[in-house]
């Protein structure tokens, strides 16, 4: 399998737009229109262009990586987007519908040097285009072709530029303050054995080539690295870009809140600290509300970023300090009080300081009790992790009561069958195995064995 070197200039695009069905994905148009039109001539479409007009065909320096499931338009869209920025450099475009014969390719047989090709293909175009849409879910990194020419890319030292849909790139941080963790959750889930692909034949050539000669893993560590720092270097351009002077304090704050947030999911906990700091910097002297829960949670996320970086006393300093505006500020419902509290218990659970985290968690539980009643499933989770911090300060008679009204609760809201009673069943059994002699644990066994399947691995 040959691949042409040659790419084309944007005209040819819109030569072809006129042509070719609106609604129609890349595909379609593959089946509908060039492999009809260039069947005769057993050549690509290129080919047959540079035939008639030579001038629109050149060496090629932007390779175009894509699905084919597109809408053509919007590939199309995106191509030219991309190249008027940069308009004093002359492109000519590589892109897989056109530069391949496409008739030819359902012939293909032996695959057995594409990846070779494909590697030196991108050294000599030495740019790659990418195009990832949507945001939320972007559809190439779940194709293999467009996972291993990303990866191939990466690790030839290849130029990369990513470009988004025009609306969602306008709107790029908006997107990140609603939905940041998801986007991060995705990147992280990238994996290419879970990639698709049109031809199998194509496919299980490429996961050879990468399990014999990189690893999976290690190509999976290798894209997800590339795309997270993608996203944070593009995030904090727009958090740069911003012009202070243009926005009312809070909302900058606020902004910096949500960059932040976004660096903590990436990893990127200096980056976040800086920014953070900047925010608290703002909201008290500009601001000065200090019992909102954006400064709350500003304050939170400093522990949390010192927390990370391991300076404990800075840490335990701002939960401190998160722990007197919480209980000091004016107008807020109480249940909103609890979710921060519950952070800060967690916080302090993960320096150790257990005693903090028992005092503030039943802070929690009260203002829960208050607010719910006693049937609530947020009143299970409370019970369970101060049945934890009991232990922790071996206080087994207390974790085994909470532990207890956990399971208690679970049978009144889930009933036996159900997974969180379950759980909760086997962490009483586990404290109460604790306090319990030879003869009572054997007896437990007995009376539990039949309701929890496995519970005798326990102990």
């Not at 496409?102 to 012939?107: C, G």
């Not at 400064?295 to 800075?314: F, P, Q, R, V």
């Amino acid at each position: 399998m040959n691949f042409d070197r040659r790419g084309f200039i944007t005209d040819v695009l819109d030569l072809i737009i006129p042509k070719v069905n609106p609604c129609w994905t890349t595909d379609e148009v593959c089946k509908n229109f060039l492999k009809p039109c260039t069947k005769m001539h057993s050549c690509s479409y290129l080919e047959l262009i540079s035939r008639s007009n030579p001038n629109y065909v050149g060496i090629a320096n932007l390779f175009v990586s894509h699905a084919w499931c597109y809408n053509f338009h919007f590939v199309v869209n995106e191509i030219k987007r991309y190249t008027s920025k940069n308009g004093k450099k002359k492109y000519f475009i590589w892109l897989d519908i056109l530069c391949h014969n496409q008739n030819d390719l359902d012939k293909v047989k032996d695959y057995s040097d594409l990846d070779k090709q494909q590697r030196q293909l991108l050294v000599d175009i030495g740019s790659l285009l990418i195009i990832l849409f949507p945001l939320q879910g972007p559809i190439p990194l779940s194709r293999t072709w467009c996972l291993f020419e990303f990866f191939t890319a990466i690790t030839s030292k290849v130029n990369i530029e990513i470009a988004l849909e025009a609306s969602e790139d306008d709107k790029f941080f908006d997107i990140l303050e609603d939905r940041a963790s998801d986007i991060v959750k995705y990147i992280s889930n990238i994996d290419i054995r879970n990639a698709e692909a049109t031809v199998e034949a194509g496919r299980k050539l490429i996961m050879d080539v990468i399990t014999t000669k990189i690893g999976v893993d290690e190509m999976n560590f290798i894209i997800r690295s590339s795309v997270k720092n993608w996203l944070m270097e593009k995030s904090r351009n727009c958090i740069e870009d911003i012009d202070e002077t243009m926005l009312a304090p809070d909302i900058l704050v606020k902004k910096f809140l949500q960059f932040s947030i976004l660096m903590i999911y990436l990893d990127k906990h200096k980056v976040a600290l800086t920014w953070l700091l900047k925010a608290k910097e703002m909201y008290h002297h500009q601001i000065q509300h200090e019992g909102s829960d954006v400064y709350i949670s500003i304050i939170n996320k400093i522990g949390d970023c010192y927390s990370y970086l391991s300076t404990d006393k800075k840490a335990n300093d701002l939960l401190k300090l998160t722990l007197q505006i919480t209980e000091k500020c004016n107008g807020w419902d109480d249940i909103n009080c609890a979710i921060v509290l519950n952070d800060v218990a967690s916080h302090y659970h993960d320096l150790s300081l257990f005693q903090e985290a028992y005092e503030v968690y039943l802070k929690v539980l009260n203002i829960q009790l208050n607010h719910f009643g006693r049937l609530h499933k947020d009143i299970i989770t409370s019970y369970k992790s101060l049945a934890n911090i009991c232990s922790k300060l071996k206080k087994t008679e207390e974790a085994v009561r909470y532990a207890k009204s956990s399971h208690s609760l679970c049978l009144k809201l889930f009933g036996t069958e159900h997974p969180e009673t379950t759980s909760a069943l086997k962490s009483m059994v586990l404290l109460q195995h604790k306090m319990a002699s030879d003869e009572e644990v054997i007896e437990m066994q007995s009376n539990l064995g039949n309701i929890v399947g496995g519970l005798s691995d326990l102990f």
